[in-house]
């Protein structure tokens, strides 16, 4: 068990609809990544947060946003969502947002399927 | 840009014998190099990392990898394979650039037959 926690872990829904899916950190990590997984994608970043605040965007589509909270648990809201949206979308944290050094620890991902 | 490649999608060993996973990288500047594992319906778990000093790394589970600066290689390798091994395998690099997100290879599915 990796500490960090994810909810739901599985979502189905519908083309049009929007989604939310929640992370909560490791006890006292600081820096919070989602990433999502697909067959033809493969592992790709989509964004971090540190302490609260947006610090790198990868390849997240405009319909696509999160936040993080004061307590640190960060959501990532999927909206608009079409079938190519279908893929296992993980949270990862470390304990620090600029140094290179440490892991990042990962959830155990929410499958989304969207038919 | 940095990268990573796994150059095999899949690796094949019977219990007992060694393993190696291949993994390549590109990287401006000093490679901060990771290996996790994701067993089914799991998620990525960290076995090793690469930060500086020795070239030979030892990680969780008996895995170690072995960075090689010449070649631009960090392949995983374990001495005596488990059945229980068989995961898909990860390689990726740190990006010092821009906060340190990972930038993941393709994967490598490692069957581990008895």
């Known amino acids: 068990d990796s500490g960090v926690t994810q909810t739901p872990k599985h979502l189905i829904t519908a083309t049009g609809q929007r989604v939310t899916l929640r992370c909560s950190p490791r006890?006292?990590?600081?820096?919070v990544y989602w990433y999502q997984q697909s067959l033809d994608q493969g592992l790709q970043f989509l964004i971090q947060?540190?302490?609260?605040?947006?610090?790198a965007k990868g390849n997240i589509l405009e319909r696509f946003s999160a936040q993080q909270f004061p307590d640190l648990h960060s959501e990532l809201n999927l909206s608009s969502l079409e079938l190519g949206d279908s893929a296992l979308y993980f949270c990862?944290?470390?304990?620090?947002?600029?140094?290179?050094?440490?892991?990042?620890?990962f959830g155990p991902g929410t499958r989304l399927t969207v038919l | 840009a940095q990268s990573v490649a796994q150059p095999e999608d899949q690796v094949n060993v019977a219990e007992g014998n060694p393993l190696t996973v291949k993994c390549t990288y590109s990287?401006?500047?000093?490679?901060?190099l990771f290996w996790y594992v994701q067993y089914p319906n799991r998620g990525l778990q960290f076995l090793l990392k690469?930060?500086?000093?020795?070239?030979l790394v030892k990680g969780s589970y008996g895995f170690e990898a072995e960075f090689n600066k010449s070649q631009t290689s960090f392949h995983l390798k374990k001495p005596s394979a488990l059945v229980s091994d068989s995961a898909l395998y990860f390689c990726?690099?740190?990006?010092?650039?821009?906060?340190?997100?990972?930038?993941f290879g393709q994967g490598t599915e490692l069957s581990v037959k008895p």
């Open positions: 990862a944290s470390s304990s620090t947002g600029t140094s290179l050094l440490n892991e990042q620890f």
């Open positions: 006890s006292g990590d600081l820096s």
């Open positions: 947060y540190y302490n609260g605040e947006e610090r």
């Open positions: 990287v401006s500047g000093n490679p901060y």
């Open positions: 690469y930060i500086t000093g020795d070239n």
């Open positions: 990726a690099v740190r990006d010092g650039v821009e906060g340190g997100k990972l930038i």
